[in-house]
């Protein structure tokens, strides 16, 4: 008799077991993996040796991630790591077109007035006054042929009161016109490091 009580207490902690194995590993199955960026960071510093950018930093946008995760990246050569990160905008690209799709997909176009976002690679030129955010923005002239007209398009770094300055995921950050628009404390530390800098700094938007 001694033997039935023993037998019901092996089959309940199994069953617990068993239940607890499987959160476990429905948890871990929605955790999103961090992505590598080490190729991407190797190419960006050869970048920026072979054309006298800064080679201490530079700024990497992935515009794959949800607009309400982290996506705006500081990378440090020397330390080898992400040393700040933030949220960042992604442009509506619904001038010339519909989409449906502008939230939770990043459309890229380098066309006048598009409204959309253009990947490549950018160099950060001259600190300018903003109408929007904390007033400053850099002028960023693209360097390949899909944002060579940024500058025309008034593509800009600069920051925007309705960017938030911490993670809002399941929401999305607000829609810009194609800037890389970013939270108004993140654009302070973003302007302590590019007003100081003698080389121009490297910002690459992938997806």
Not at 14 to 29: G, I, P, V, Y
């Amino acid at each position: 008799m001694k033997k039935i009580p023993l037998l019901i207490f092996l089959i309940f902690m199994n069953c617990k077991e068993t239940t607890t194995s499987k959160l476990l590993s429905d948890n871990l199955s929605t955790v999103e993996k961090t992505k590598d960026y080490s190729e991407i960071n190797k190419e960006a510093l050869t970048y920026c040796e072979t054309n006298g950018f800064n080679e201490n930093y530079y700024f990497l946008v992935d515009l794959s991630i949800h607009s309400g995760k982290n996506r705006f990246f500081v990378y440090d050569f020397i330390a080898e790591k992400v040393t700040d990160k933030n949220l960042v905008t992604h442009g509506s690209c619904d001038k010339f077109e519909d989409n449906d799709t502008k939230w939770e997909k990043v459309k890229f176009s380098n066309q006048k007035d598009s409204h959309c976002s253009s990947k490549g690679k950018y160099k950060i030129g001259t600190r300018d006054y903003s109408s929007w955010g904390i007033n400053v923005k850099y002028w960023l002239h693209g360097l390949e042929s899909s944002n060579k007209n940024a500058v025309e398009r008034v593509v800009v770094l600069h920051s925007w009161d309705k960017v938030k300055n911490e993670e809002i995921y399941p929401n999305y950050s607000p829609l810009s016109w194609g800037c890389p628009a970013v939270s108004n404390d993140f654009m302070k530390v973003l302007d302590e490091r590019l007003k100081v800098t003698e080389k121009p700094v490297l910002l690459w938007i992938i997806e």
